[in-house]
T-cell receptor, first 108, second 114 residues
Framework: RKEVEQDPGPFNVPEGATVAFNCTYS??????FFWYRQDCRKEPKLLMS???SGNEDGRFTAQLNRASQYISLLIRDSKLSDSATYLC?????????FGKGTRLHILP | ETGVTQSPTHLIKTRGQQVTLRCSSQ?????VSWYQQALGQGPQFIFQ???????GRGNFPPRFSGLQFPNYSSELNVNALELDDSALYLC?????????????FGPGTRLTVL
């Protein structure tokens, strides 16, 4: 079983819709959680950190559920520019593990 | 842009050859991490250098080796290239040996092994 698992998608979503992704992790000792965004043929860029209390940044909301070992990302009022691959990242001690990513296509 | 640069941008090698990839970290950063991202996969951690010493390594064989220089730039060397080494190689720099949220990625080097 992979340590970090994501639905690879693609998610094809009309502009303006709300879309949510989940990511599960297998190691309960995981300490920190993040969502990264990666555009085609570009480097990953930090989208947001994920905290147990949940956190919001504009149209983006991230949540962590330690009991069920998953994190989520919600995108409201999606824009064409949100089309990208969203990578779930989990870290503990000196290990940083990326998920395979979920591809999102926003349709005009 | 992050200020992290990598060279070359693209590279084509044949199986069995050796390759050296380079990374210049952002000014003020003393830690460099290297990742391999195969097509359709997430980045996989290769190793990290902090103040010129290896500070953590992922599940990669010894033919993947690295160096960090006094100016904190870094090299990734891969010997005896295999077809499966074809990937995007990313470096990320940070100020301290911290987690992903402290790292800034370079644009990557795309390596093709024929």
């Amino acid at each position: 079983r992979k340590e970090v698992e994501q639905d690879p998608g693609p998610f094809n979503v009309p502009e303006g819709a709300t879309v949510a992704f989940n990511c599960t992790y297998s190691n309960s000792a995981s300490q920190s959680f993040f969502w990264y965004r990666q555009d085609c043929r570009k480097e990953p860029k930090l989208l947001m950190s994920v905290y147990s209390s949940g956190n919001e940044d504009g149209r983006f909301t991230a949540q962590l559920n330690r009991a069920s070992q998953y994190i989520s990302l919600l995108i409201r009022d999606s824009k064409l520019s949100d089309s990208a691959t969203y990578l779930c990242v989990v870290s503990r001690d000196d290990k940083i593990i990326f998920g395979k990513g979920t591809r999102l296509h926003i349709l005009p | 842009e992050t200020g992290v640069t990598q060279s070359p941008t693209h590279l084509i090698k044949t199986r069995g050859q050796q390759v050296t990839l380079r990374c210049s970290s952002q000014s003020g950063h003393n830690t460099v991490s290297w990742y391999q991202q195969a097509l359709g996969q997430g980045p996989q951690f290769i190793f990290q250098y902090y103040r010129e010493e290896e500070n953590g390594r992922g599940n990669f064989p010894p033919r993947f080796s690295g160096l960090q220089f006094p100016n904190y730039s870094s090299e990734l060397n891969v010997n005896a290239l295999e077809l499966d080494d074809s990937a995007l190689y990313l470096c990320a720099s940070s100020f301290l040996a911290g987690g992903p949220d402290t790292q800034y990625f370079g644009p990557g080097t795309r390596l093709t092994v024929l």
